[in-house]
């Protein structure tokens, strides 16, 4: 039904006004009483239950950053079936983000094409905001937050950007994470170089607290720089790594190139990212210990592309651009698929 709706109308619409749409709906199951009725159909099964970063999740899949920037639909979310909800991202100042339109959808590739910009309210509203929430009974899903640099706030005045929005973040999320990776701030992927992150990510950890912090990194990368930050994160006591952010290439695509140059920049999700983010998973893998989390994103569509991801090294999986294409029951879909293959082992 849903593929039936998203042909014949969803893809009419602008895709930025589709996302508030549907958003708007999700936010408000439980306003509407309708929250636990959802919840009944899209539980993931209890064998679906994982230990990471001292958490425990009731299911490996997991709700990418970028589609609650705000932590307004929260609730909402885990109620559809995601494990885990991580929001953001979020930064210390509030910002608008770029000009619009700045979201394109890749049908042919099932792809979408974002220059954001870290829309958002700021990081002292989104506090605010979340601990009302972990206030009431059962605290919703297991929470990841988000932070980013602010736009106007120079790159090498970065450290004290984000510990600002680690300080008032971090005691209220289950893990915290650092986005080097997006290519909508100007002047933020270089924040990866070895030089400037580790006094950033030092920093981030010292105002952390007992919070897990892991970092996002980018799949544009190459190899030899991937695997040099895997092993900065462990030095400098990360919990995790999370692989990967959007890409900037635009290699491969299916969508006709006058589309995509009309699109212009922008991170590129979905299908075409799969086979670069699960190399990454498996070069991050390869050198870190058993003990550190790794997150994979990027590509994931269904519970086939998750237990790929987990058979690889990851621990939790994320996914976002396929809720586009598939609809409010992907996360039920997913997990539903997950249980029937481990039950096929």
């Given amino acids: 039904m849903y593929r039936i709706l998203f042909s014949l109308v969803l893809r009419r619409i602008d895709p930025e006004r589709a996302h508030h749409l549907a958003f708007g709906v999700i936010r408000r199951l439980p306003w509407l009483g309708l929250g636990r009725v959802v919840a009944r159909f899209t539980r993931p099964a209890p064998e679906l239950r994982v230990q990471a970063l001292g958490r425990t999740f009731p299911s490996p899949f997991g709700l990418a950053a970028g589609f609650d920037k705000d932590g307004l639909g929260i609730t909402g979310l885990g109620q559809l079936g995601f494990g885990h909800v991580e929001v953001g991202t979020l930064t210390a100042h509030a910002q608008p983000g770029n000009p619009t339109p700045r979201l394109f959808r890749l049908i042919p590739d099932r792809a979408v094409i974002n220059r954001m910009g870290f829309n958002n309210g700021g990081a002292d509203a989104a506090a605010l905001r979340i601990a009302r929430l972990r206030r009431r009974p059962g605290r919703g899903p297991v929470l990841g937050v988000n932070i980013g640099k602010s736009r106007v706030t120079a790159v090498e005045d970065a450290i004290g950007d984000y510990r600002r929005s680690a300080k008032v973040l971090a005691p209220l999320a289950d893990y915290l994470v650092v986005n080097v990776s997006s290519p909508n701030t100007p002047g933020l992927r270089g924040l990866q170089e070895l030089e400037s992150l580790e006094p950033l990510l030092a920093a981030v950890r010292d105002e952390a ?10 799949p544009d ?17 990360l919990a995790g790594i999370i692989a990967t ?25 979905g299908a ?40 690889a ?14 609809g409010p029951l992907w996360a039920a879909s997913v997990n539903r698929g997950l249980a029937r293959l481990r039950a096929a082992r």
Avoid at 210 to 218: H, Q
Avoid at 252 to 263: I, N, P, Q
Avoid at 272 to 278: D, F, I, K, N, T
Wanted: glycine share 10%; with cysteine; proline share 4%.
């Fill in 313 to 326: 090294g990851a621990d939790l999986v994320q996914g976002y651009t396929a809720f586009i294409y598939r």
């Fill in 209 to 218: 607290g007992d919070t897990p912090l892991l970092v996002k990194i980018a």
């Fill in 221 to 237: 990368l190459t190899d030899e720089q991937v695997e040099r930050i895997a092993r900065l994160a462990v030095d400098a006591g």
């Fill in 245 to 269: 952010n959007t890409t900037i290439s635009r290699e491969g695509l299916r969508t006709s190139r006058s589309v995509v140059e009309a699109a212009g920049a922008g991170g590129l999700s």
């Fill in 272 to 311: 075409p990212l799969a086979a670069r983010s699960l190399e990454v998973l498996r070069r991050i893998r390869a050198v870190v210990p058993p003990e550190l989390c790794v997150i994979s994103v990027g590509g994931v569509d269904t519970a086939e592309d998750v237990q790929e991801r987990l058979d």
